[in-house]
Each structure stands twice: as C-alpha cells, then as structure tokens.
C-alpha cells in the first residue's frame, strides 16, 4: 500500500477538480442518482490511483528495474539544469 492512503492525505485539490468537471460536464446529464459529491470522489481516487501506477511504471524505467544506469541519470540532471538556465 502507497503511502499516500496509509496517511489519509488527498493528492488532488476536490475543489480544483469540482470547477474542472462542472466545466467539463457541461452539455452532459449526469444521472440524478448521481451525487456531484460522490462523482467528484469517485473521478479524483480513479485518477489517484492511475498516477501511482503510472509513477511505479516510471520509477521502474528511470532506474532501470533496479540497476540504476547513474551516467545517464547525471546526464538527465545536467540537461535538466542546462534547459533552466
């Protein structure tokens, strides 16, 4: 289990989220057994959960499955650091 739920936090802002789907679902019925309440919940532990599998999938790749390949890490910090300047 991540972290994230083990501490109870909510990554995603609800109220951020609510504006964004009002303005999304415009034009659109929702069902009236539908609570917005629950929809904006339901829609921000979907995403949650995505972004996590996304960030293992990347964390896999980044440090090669466990055998970090460190020259190209530095590599990546050093453009990283040249593209900000």
Known sequence: MNLIWQLGDKMLD???V???LDEELEGIEVPSDISKEALIEVFCEYIEEDYYDWLKDNFKSFFN???PDWKWIMNRILNYQKEKE
């Open 18 to 20: 609510k504006e964004f």
């Open 14 to 16: 609800r109220e951020v």
């Open 65 to 67: 499955h466990g055998n």
